[in-house]
């Protein structure tokens, strides 16, 4: 019963800002990292950023220098700002975790639905 739900997606324009939210919700013994996925129109899904629970950051070369990933461990929330937005970076934005429901187990991955980056003039 855990879940991930993305917020903070819409239409901007380019060299604009948008700050992305993914709050996890559901049966946590710990999250051991948090990150953010894209998938632009007829392309893969590809990586953009990732922070562990030492808060350890790691960017897609497409990212570094125009994203910061964070996060608020107490409210289960990653984020993702987003500045110097280009066109390219249109597309639908995923939230992903690596989440431990018990203390036995060594953790799965999680996926949120997805929330929508369009960025045109």
């Known amino acids: 019963q855990v879940q991930l739900v993305e917020s903070g997606g819409g239409l901007v324009q380019p060299g604009g800002s948008l700050r992305l939210s993914c709050a996890a919700s559901?049966?946590?013994?710990?999250?051991?990292?948090m990150g953010w996925y894209r998938q632009a129109p007829g392309k893969e899904r590809e990586w953009v950023a990732t922070i562990t629970r030492d808060d350890s950051t790691n960017y897609a070369t497409s990212a570094k220098g125009r994203f910061t990933i964070s996060r608020d461990a107490a409210k289960k929330t990653v984020y993702l700002q987003m500045d110097s937005l280009k066109p390219e970076d249109t597309a639908v934005y995923y939230c992903?975790?690596?989440?431990?429901?018990?203390?036995?187990?060594?953790?799965?991955?999680?996926w949120g639905k997805g929330t929508l980056v369009t960025v045109s003039s």
């Open positions: 559901g049966n946590i013994f710990s999250i051991n990292d």
């Open positions: 992903n975790a690596a989440i431990q429901t018990t203390m036995l187990n060594a953790g799965m991955r999680y």
